[in-house]
DNA sequence: ATGGTTGAAGATCAA
């Protein structure tokens, strides 16, 4: 099966480039990132046209988390336990036959110095207890999202232009870095040769996209079940490059069954 | 240092 995760900027500028996407690329499940709005009232009738089961957790304006998927999904949870951004939709959970899958928006925390970046870093705390529970059920766990952080130096254009940014600071890195060695994967960074290098963002500002301006945000946490059945993972960069692409482009994976 | 762009709003804010 593939698993895609994809920060779209905003559901109701991007619907169609969505359902080109998921006729295009057929993924199984679609974590989606980013809805900037209520879903009340958008024609979301097309997602289901494409053969797509949803569930939706919008917010008026602001963030918002979805996941699609071809199989219907049950419902978990929306937020994380003890969510510090409680009224923000930052976190939905949903079961797909025997995998768990969460759709992650994490705060971007910018400007450093600021109670933003203090949320930040609570959020991923609480996310972090949330995983270790996680791993405790031994199941096939898939946490996909825009995780707002570089989890290294290899995985920005340039770590000068992105020195003062909340995305690369070090306690941004070191509370990804407590998740990852809970016991999940990387999926993204196991695929790739050690040099090798693939951004997952551009920023529409200052020619980023034609100059590859990028950096790896969009991540992929595996689970050891999910990991042994995993078999590659990569970006559809493509959409980066449609007319109205978003600011992301789509990063999938594939596993055994 | 600043500015550059985009979406959801319907003035600015967030990114």
Redesign the pocket.
Known sequence: MQIVSFNI??????LPRLVEYLDKEKPDVVCLQEL???VDGLPTGDVEKAGYHALWHGQ???NGVAILSKDEAKLRRTGVPGDPLPEQSRYIEAEIGDLIVASIYL??G?PIGTE?FDKKIEWMERLADHAESLLKEERPVVLAGDYNVIPEDRDTYSVKAMAADALMQPESRAALRRIVHQGWTDALRAALPDEEKLWTFWD???GAWPQNHGFRIDHFLCSPQAADRLQGAGVHKWARGEE?ASDHAPVWMRMEG
């Open positions: 900027n905003g559901l109701r500028a991007r900037k709005g209520e008026k304006g602001f705060p971007n910018n933003k529409y500002q200052r109205k």
